[in-house]
């Protein structure tokens, strides 16, 4: 039953997202918390709420992705090498955008 229940609530969530974005379709979500009906002050208190989440979230799978790939591939590679590869590929990735994928 929770698992419905939780299913709901990201489905409204969801919901929500997508209609915002409709409406805003050029700005992200840090614009539209600075531009939208939300008041400046509120918007310079979710931001980096916002921010930090998204610090740890990208912390969490990159060291998942380190452990994984030590434990099935490179037994005798340090984790902190294949995240430092891992950060660098993707940071070369967003700098160059699509373009950055092709030789």
Excluded: H
């Amino acid at each position: 039953m929770t698992v419905l229940l939780a299913g709901v609530v990201i489905m409204a969530l969801i919901y929500l997202c997508v209609a915002l974005q409709k409406n805003f379709t050029r700005e992200n979500v840090f614009e539209y918390l600075l531009k939208g009906p939300f008041s400046k002050w509120i918007a310079f208190l979710l931001v980096p709420i916002f921010i930090i989440y998204f610090i740890f979230t990208s912390a969490v799978v990159l060291r998942y992705f380190g452990i994984a790939s030590k434990m099935y591939l490179l037994d005798q590679t340090p984790t902190e090498v294949l995240v430092m590869a891992m950060l660098v590929i993707s940071a070369y990735a967003a700098s160059k955008g699509i373009e950055g994928l092709y030789f």
